[in-house]
């Protein structure tokens, strides 16, 4: 096979779920609220539409299944969110701790539930794939790029860009976004024409929940054939991409796909001739990611685009 | 409205304490029927009566990982639990709150306290804390698999007459994995281990010698193996990727030797349309991929092991290593997928073992002999370690 077509089609199973989470967390962010519960919102996600696949899946297989799970995965993190949304907009929270506790809480959750309720008192959940897809009718016998992006690959790959698009319209081109973004740099400012920050900023950790949700799925499916709790710290790495790319949808989809070929380069390096004839050890494209963040954090830590609000709490009283 | 919101949901905490206390005594007696495993529950007629004891006889604590990690602490668990259902003993486990001697040795109290005659701790994570407690608890029997009690810098080795330690020959098991799959027509194979300890090198090792074997027997003039350890236990992309590149590469079969490494294996395996070898217990189940597994009995010693502690037959003071000869390790011969390899093939090799024809199984290497996988002497089989 074409080395270069199989890495960008194994890159893609890193970097679509890191993508989908960042672009969660970027919509609660830029609303003002640090959500740093993408890990354990992942892993709810999963938890839940893995169980939905589970029971399921001896009725039906393919596509639609998966369209079923990804949605029941976006209502599971929805609903999930809602505990970090009620604790840090209403209770004023501290923003950390209430993303810490969804984080510790998930697993647990999961582990639990899984044993209490499936027949075989285990906390893996099985599933079968039948969610891959050898080639993409028409589009994969496309020379040079049909490879790349149109076989061995899932659904979820293109539901992935289609957020990524659908993302940058709805923050930039609508009356919603700008609302958003309003909220996360000065909601009093946005208050005071008559924007409802708390409903914003419920919309926004209610999108990153959603969000978070799928991309737990997206990161199993590929990698396992079971789910066991966990989501190997993709959630913080999603975290990571977030800083790294920003807060814009753009660089994040450049630092979502940087931190996947990195990942997928340290991975597989053994099997490519080029790289393995260099004779350079894994750490060293297993550093590359973070090294690059830290470095990229350090000269730009200056003017960063973080959101001014986000992590604060908001009191109507202060000005 | 607020006010009525606070009232309910201080009720709900409240009424959730009673509802905790309440269940306590219920609880305790509980983990018969909570244990996790994939077996039907026994018929009760066929139980031998309980008898009329305070706690519970049996204690196992868990490693690292879960009680239903399909691998050492599932394995110990269901030989405590047939026996203790055969023998109408009382049983149950418990998890230390951490990975360290100190979680551990606590665990262990805890186990004592709650009346426990026999102590079963699987890994040999358990060595120092097993040290510790050989002295601390002379009246407890403990049972230690896959270690032998020693202190936390490996100064000193001592295994009082209340140990029973018991090692399992995985280079055996590794072995006849190795030999079956260049047996059954692969010639590029490769090892994905989870973290190089003693049981994992020891299978490594023996998978690379049964490939030798079996290539230098069939007259091979190249057999590929590709030797890595994964640094984790689990699933991940990475794993996945790094599987996918080999079989992308032109390796036919992994062994997929650490924990839930093996399923981002299976899944790229799957993906590849290519073949997996499992570990520990028998993963055909798990994927169609799977071709066979790599299996050492950790029930079947446990059960032997509680029941010579019964009997008064306690292996007290002594370090076994459970190999092929009393069927330790093995192949499940029954659910492999196997092209050509036949039962009589499988069966000739082991018998081979069995008897150490030609010095087979003495010579085998272990974990300590040599210091790499490419140390080991071979003349078909190359090894190519990746790190």
């Known amino acids: ?319 | 409205m607020k006010k009525l919101l606070v009232l309910i949901l201080a009720l709900v905490l409240v009424s959730s304490v009673f509802a905790g206390c309440a269940k306590e005594p219920e609880a305790t007696e509980a983990p018969v029927d909570e244990a996790p495993v994939d077996e039907a529950p026994v018929d009760e007629a066929t139980e031998a009566p309980v008898e009329e004891v305070e706690g519970y006889q049996i204690a196992m604590i868990t490693d690292a990982g879960e009680i239903d990690d399909k691998s050492f602490n599932q394995g110990t668990w269901e030989g405590i639990q047939a026996f203790a259902k055969d023998n109408g003993k009382t049983f149950k486990y418990y998890k230390p709150t951490e990975v360290s001697d100190a979680a551990y040795l606590a665990a262990i109290d805890l186990a004592i306290q709650g009346g426990a005659e026999v102590v079963v701790t699987p890994g040999f994570l358990f060595e120092p804390a097993i040290y510790e407690a050989q002295d601390l608890y002379p009246e407890t029997s403990f049972i230690i698999l896959d270690g032998t009690p020693h202190t936390a810098d490996y100064s000193t080795f001592r295994i009082e007459s209340n140990v029973y330690s018991i090692f399992y020959a995985e280079q055996q098991a590794g072995f006849l994995a190795g030999y079956a799959a260049v047996k059954d027509g692969y010639t590029k194979l490769g090892f994905m281990g989870g973290m190089a300890v003693p049981a994992v090198v020891r299978f490594g090792y023996g998978f690379v010698q049964g490939a030798e074997y079996a290539a230098v027997e069939m007259g091979l003039d190249s057999v590929e193996i590709k030797y890595h350890y994964t640094g984790d236990f689990s699933a991940t992309p990475k794993n996945q990727t790094t599987a996918a590149t080999w079989y992308a590469d032109g390796t036919e079969v992994i062994f997929a030797c650490g924990g839930k490494v093996g399923n981002s294996v299976m899944a790229a395996a799957d993906a590849a349309g290519a073949k997996v070898i499992g570990v520990d217990v028998d993963q055909s189940a798990e994927s169609e991929t799977v071709i066979t597994s790599a299996m050492k009995q950790l029930g079947v010693s446990v059960y032997m092991g509680l029941e010579g502690f019964y009997a008064g037959e306690f292996k007290g003071g002594v370090s076994e290593t459970l190999d092929i000869t009393v069927d330790g390790v093995g192949l499940p011969f029954a659910s492999s997928r196997f092209n050509t390899f036949s039962e009589a093939d499988y069966n000739a090799i082991y018998d081979a073992l069995v008897a150490d024809t030609d010095g087979l199984r003495s010579s085998l290497l272990g974990d300590t002999d040599v210091d790499a996988a490419t140390d080991i002497p071979t003349t078909v089989v190359t090894v190519t370690i990746v790190e």
Request: proline share 4%.
């Open chain 1, 1 to 319: 096979m074409d080395i270069l077509a199989f890495l960008i089609q194994q890159t893609m199973f890193f970097s679509i779920p890191l993508l989908v989470v960042a672009l969660g967390g970027m919509f609660s962010e830029r609303s003002g609220v640090v959500n740093i519960a993408l890990e354990g919102i992942m892993i709810m996600g999963a938890f839940v539409s893995m169980m939905a696949i589970s029971v399921l899946q001896d009725t039906m297989q393919g596509q639609g299944l998966l369209l079923i799970a990804l949605s029941v995965a976006a209502l599971a993190g929805m609903a999930f969110s809602l505990l970090h949304a009620y604790a840090s907009i209403n209770m004023k929270a501290d923003q950390v701790i209430s993303g810490t506790a969804l984080n510790m809480f998930a697993p647990a959750f999961a582990i639990f539930v899984a044993r209490t309720v499936q027949e075989t008192h285990t906390k893996d959940i099985n599933f079968t794939n039948t969610f891959r897809i050898e080639s993409v009718p028409v589009l994969g016998k496309i020379p040079v790029i049909g490879p790349w992006l149109f076989q061995n690959a899932y659904i979820t790959t293109y539901i992935g860009i289609a957020i990524l698009i659908i993302s940058a319209i709805l923050l930039y081109k609508t009356k919603f976004g700008l609302r958003l973004r309003a909220c996360g740099e000065h909601p009093q400012a946005a208050d005071s024409v008559g924007v409802n920050v708390y409903k914003i900023r419920y919309a926004g950790v209610l999108i990153s929940g959603a969000l978070a949700g799928i991309g737990g799925l997206i990161f199993v499916i590929p990698t396992s054939t079971n789910f066991s709790a966990t989501v190997s710290g993709y959630g913080f790495l999603a975290l990571a991409v977030l800083i790294f790319g920003q807060w814009k949808p753009k660089r994040i989809l450049f630092a979502a796909f940087f931190f996947g070929f990195m990942k997928t380069i340290s991975a597989a390096y053994s099997g490519i001739p080029a790289l393995k004839d260099l004779d350079i050890s894994s750490g060293i494209y297993k550093m590359i990611p973070y090294i690059i963040t830290l470095f990229v954090l350090a000269i730009s830590s200056k003017n960063s685009q973080s959101p001014k609000a986000a992590g604060i709490p908001y009191d109507v009283g202060k000005r």
